[in-house]
């Protein structure tokens, strides 16, 4: 007896395991062609489809872009809901554990221009992505690069508004959430992508800090009190310049050095954007 | 910011047309303004800090009104019922609990069964697609053509 095919894809191997649920390499069937099958895995009954799963699909329809992975459509199978993505085999954080090389400036500027291009749509659209790390970004054959997993983000008003400050990795999380604010922008978003950027150069990540307060004092050295620290003290970023400039100095060009520091601003509010960073002059 | 013009843009472009939206059911225009009505109702007693919930839930029950048919006055509840639920999941930090929807909102009138089985009906009529721009955000937008960053100000203006 035969059977009917239930799925359009056939699941191959697990690649992965999303927020949400395992992620599968799969083919669609009767063709060579790979996609990434994501499993939503409902194990809170009382909230019925898991909230980042629904953010992360409703984002991802709104936001089509080069840079960000495209989502291709969400399947219902008995019950369980799969969300059909392309397929990516490598992302950033592989790529360079892999090649243990300096990148050449031509690829750290391609690197970086897709991640501000990709980054920059979804802010386009009043969307943070909150979870913005080399794991995150992953790269197509052809070396572009394509933002992933928006399971932690979401849209965000004109107005700074409250959130729940225990978002992003603790190495790429922004110092006005270390120090605990509840109200944040996009540029939390710009901070992730400074460290990237230095981590691009120096193969390996910036502030690796054990806990938050480690973390803290990495970037702000002599912190006193969590309660006062004033990130827009201008001597602190003078400070914080210092510390920078002495890891990087003779890796990358005056311009890339310029943009890390523009991107790693303590002062959300003088962080640089993303359509800014794509007019800098690192670029040309 | 620098995106106001992007964002401008953006939000003419994902532009839904709402109107008509009972065109195809036998639901009466009174049935719905009540439906409203008692969302108002329900966001004032759960004390949501968070309009952006009311404005997604009232915007997701019209457009997925738009893209379906054939339903009645009595089916209405349960599409607003679980508009909320869905709104609240991605609006709120933390959000409503479906058991919180079926005691404290509805009543026990639906089973926590029936809330998730219209929610899958919803999320696939739209496609997912449920982040479009509510009119709240048309708003905000205006809001901030005439009055800038400052928050106090449009009260400000009103008081005077």
């Known amino acids: ?284 | 910011n620098c995106y106001n013009k992007e964002l401008f843009d953006s939000l003419i472009n994902d532009q839904i047309d709402l109107g008509n939206c009972l065109l195809n059911h036998q639901i009466r225009d009174w049935v719905r303004g009540k439906m409203v009505d008692w969302m108002i109702q329900v966001f004032a007693s759960i004390q949501s800090k968070n309009e952006t919930t009311f404005f997604r839930a009232v915007n997701l029950m019209d457009v997925f009104l738009k893209n379906s048919q054939n339903y009645t006055d009595q089916d209405l509840y349960l599409i607003g019922v679980t508009c909320i639920f869905i709104a609240s999941k991605i609006e709120d930090i933390n959000c409503l609990k479906i058991k919180t929807i079926t005691e404290n909102l509805s009543h026990n009138k639906f089973s926590q069964y029936q809330i998730k089985q219209m929610e899958s009906i919803i999320l696939q009529t739209l496609n997912y697609d449920i982040n479009f721009p509510t009119v709240y955000d048309y708003l905000q937008y205006l809001r901030y053509q005439l009055f800038g960053l400052s928050e106090n100000q449009s009260v400000i203006v009103i008081n005077e």
């Open chain 1, 1 to 284: 007896m035969s059977q009917i095919p239930l799925s359009k894809y056939h699941l191959l191997t697990k690649i992965g395991q999303g927020l949400y649920g395992d992620v599968y390499k799969a083919n669609i069937l009767g063709t060579d062609q790979y996609v990434a099958v994501k499993k939503i895995r409902i194990y809170d009954v009382s909230v019925g489809v898991p909230i980042t799963a629904l953010r992360e699909t409703s984002l991802l329809q709104r936001i089509q872009h080069q840079n960000v992975v495209k989502i291709l459509e969400v399947e219902k199978i008995h019950g369980q809901i799969r969300v059909v993505m392309e397929y990516l085999k490598l992302d950033l954080q592989q790529y360079l554990n892999e090649n243990k090389d300096r990148l050449s400036v031509e690829l750290l500027k391609k690197f970086m221009h897709d991640i501000l291009s990709g980054v920059g749509a979804c802010h386009r659209l009043n969307c943070i992505h909150r979870d913005i790390q080399p794991k995150n970004i992953l790269i197509q054959d052809d070396g572009t690069l394509k933002i992933g997993d928006f399971g932690s983000a979401r849209v965000f008003q004109k107005f700074p508004q409250f959130f729940t400050s225990d978002v992003c990795d603790l190495w790429y999380r922004a110092p006005e959430l270390l120090l605990g604010s509840n109200y944040y922008t996009i540029a939390i978003d710009m901070w992730a992508i400074g460290c990237v950027f230095a981590e691009l150069i120096l193969k390996q990540p910036l502030f690796q800090g054990e806990n938050e307060i480690h973390q803290v004092k990495l970037i702000i050295p002599n912190v006193q009190s969590f309660q006062t620290v004033n990130l827009n003290d201008p001597n602190l970023q003078i400070q914080f310049n210092g510390i920078i400039t002495n890891k990087l100095q003779n890796l990358i060009n005056q311009d890339g050095l310029d943009l890390i520091l523009k991107l790693l601003k303590l002062d959300p509010e003088q962080r640089i954007s993303c359509s800014q960073s794509l007019q800098h002059s690192f670029f040309r």
